[in-house]
């Protein structure tokens, strides 16, 4: 008779399970290209439902629409919303990267008025400096990376019609999957409840993200930064990437205006504005709207971005914490992986399940 060694098929679980783990991330990786606009496809398709749920809400409390009607303006909506940004992307970023050149240009002569205003003991040289930062790069970077966000635009539309297609036939196949009535009901008021705490999640995220831009391209405008509507659009985008894409938000514009007037203090008031705009959605607008039931961890945040920026690089670093958000969401609604829920939140306070708006 022999007796099983419980070390050893722990050890042997957790080989396993890291090479589970190593083969979906070197898949991921590799079909970044099916991947990345199929994820963006289902947060867009969760965006749609979000609109399509608000609209079905009666107006007024007397009028209330149909369900195809709520639908077809959502998409409406969404469609304009994409042709305005492809009209800010041909009439912008094209522009943006041919005079990145310039203002990096610009930015070597700014360079020695800040070294000689701060008066700095050992003062590092512009060649020094310039090894770090690499304004023209930078710009460069980004508008690329929207302008391949846009180029994908047709293979995720494909990707949202089929999902829409495939909506209809859930309630379907979940009959025909399940024969206990208990077990489905059980099942149905889980799905529905993933269901609304997403379509929660993703609208109250972009609509947050639009204020954002808004208040970004105001701000810009009023003082007339150069490329208003691309740093607004820029705004919208970074602001899915916590802590590093803030961070983005408020100092290149800054650093712009600060190259394009030749000005210390032009820079520091573009800053300062832009600031108290994030500090007013950070710590007023979007914990108001989002409420307690997403806190997430920064450490899961900060591994978050690490991981999936390494995965899909730039693309990956802007889908990671939806992605984040959607896996906690899932997990706090099943007994079973609720206390991984709970590790990935802040305060280790999240909703019970089974409560979701209604």
């Given amino acids: 008779m022999t007796i099983k060694n419980p070390i050893s098929g722990v050890a042997s679980s957790f080989s396993l399970g890291f090479i589970v783990l190593c083969l979906i991330v070197y898949i991921l990786h590799v079909a970044a290209a099916i991947m990345i606009p199929f994820v963006i496809a289902v947060f867009v398709w969760y965006l749609i439902n979000a609109l399509a749920r608000a609209l079905s809400r009666p107006i007024f409390r007397v009028i209330l629409l149909p ?13 304009s919303i994409v042709w305005f940004i492809f009209e800010i992307v041909s009439n912008n970023i094209a522009q943006v990267i041919r005079a990145a050149p310039v203002y990096q240009q610009n930015f070597e002569r700014v360079v020695p008025k800040l070294v000689s205003l701060f008066r700095l003991e050992h003062a590092p040289t512009v060649r020094d400096l310039l090894q770090y930062i690499d304004l023209g790069a930078t710009i460069t970077i980004l508008a690329k990376t929207f302008t391949g966000f846009a180029g994908k635009t047709l293979i995720v539309t494909f990707y949202v019609f089929f999902l829409l297609y495939e909506q209809r036939f859930f309630d379907r196949k979940i009959i025909e999957m399940i024969e206990d009535q208990k077990k489905e009901d059980r099942i149905r008021a889980i799905l529905k409840n993933i269901d609304i705490k997403i379509q929660g999640y993703i609208g109250v995220k972009s609509f947050v993200s639009a204020v954002d831009s808004v208040l970004t391209y105001t701000i810009l405008s009023f003082f007339h930064v150069d490329f208003a509507g691309f740093w607004g659009l820029m705004a919208f985008f970074l602001h899915f990437i916590p802590y590093a894409g803030s961070f983005v938000a408020l100092t290149l514009p800054s650093t712009i205006a600060m190259i394009q007037y030749g000005d210390f203090s032009a820079g520091l008031m573009v800053l300062a504005s832009l600031g108290a705009s994030h500090i007013f959605i950070g710590h007023v607008l979007d914990p108001f709207l989002m409420g ?3 806190n997430l ?3 899961f945040i900060i591994s978050s971005l690490a991981m999936w920026g390494l995965i899909w690089g730039v693309p990956g670093m802007f889908l990671a914490i939806p992605i984040l958000a959607m896996i906690a969401i899932v997990l706090s609604q099943f007994p079973e992986t609720r206390p991984l829920a709970i590790l990935l939140s802040k305060t280790g306070v999240i909703d019970p399940p089974g409560k979701a708006e209604k």
């Fill in 297 to 299: 961890s920064p450490i």
């Fill in 292 to 294: 307690s039931n997403l």
């Fill in 67 to 79: 369900r195809w009607l709520c639908f077809a303006l959502a998409l409406l909506f969404l469609g």
